[in-house]
């Protein structure tokens, strides 16, 4: 796997881990427990408003807005945990948010088989957007950090720390996974970060039954 970063910001670590053979499926008694467990301590322990400015100034750097519907991933989830409505959707996509719970970064999982293995992490461009829901909406990526599909003269943007494509969402037939942190380095080191992949893989392999792969820290210097 190759992963290229286009981003002027010394700031940006990323982390993509590459996990295969999953078998998607309803999460099983143990993880819900490791979920409820974590939203136990996020409500007894709320991210520090740091933490959340970290992250927004993150997105805030290539001229993106991340506020009102467009609130970072790890947001949502933290307001969710704090109001009881945390999903619980299938044991690929919980552990992905369980991992984001308790790291308190956007954390997001896709479908290898649709991002491919030569990507790059660059900011959208005026014009670019992609549906993010199965009721079509779109989100405009314009400044926004997105993690594209590299192909002959094209760059396709497939995630981002606040909606992923559903295109690149994990979906029945998926067996082979990627996931993705977006990062700073005020919140995170690349130690840090290969921890919260290595997690990733250990927790895929726990729950979906896969295998670890790749593992990539990617640090703008």
Do not use: H
Not at 73 to 90: G, S, T, W
Request: charged residues 25%; glycine residues 8%; contains cysteine.
């Amino acid at each position: 796997m190759k992963v290229i970063s286009s981003l002027a910001d010394p700031d940006f670590i990323g982390g993509f881990a590459v996990v295969r053979g999953c078998q998607l499926r309803e999460s099983s008694a143990e993880l819900r427990q490791e979920v409820s467990k974590a939203i136990e301590f996020r409500q007894a322990n709320p991210y520090p408003e740091s933490a959340k400015n970290a992250v927004r100034d993150l997105l805030r750097r290539g001229g993106f807005s991340p506020s009102g519907r467009n609130k970072p991933a790890n947001e949502y989830l933290a307001n969710a945990a704090r109001e009881n409505r945390f999903p619980v959707i299938n044991n690929i996509v919980d552990v992905c948010n369980l991992l984001s719970l308790q790291s308190g970064l956007p954390l997001c999982v896709q479908d290898l088989d649709v991002t491919g293995t030569d990507l790059e992490v660059r900011y959208g461009q005026p014009g670019e957007k992609y549906v993010f829901n199965a009721a079509g909406q779109e989100i405009d990526l314009k400044g926004l950090i997105c993690l594209c599909r590299r192909e002959p003269g094209l760059s396709r943007p497939l995630s981002n720390p606040i909606k992923d494509s559903m295109e690149g969402k994990v979906k029945s037939t998926t067996r082979d996974v990627l996931g993705i942190v977006y990062g700073t380095r005020s919140l995170i080191s690349e130690a840090s970060m290969r921890e919260w992949l290595e997690r990733f893989q250990k927790f895929w392999f726990i729950y979906a039954g896969g295998t670890p792969g790749e593992l990539i820290v990617l640090a703008n210097v």
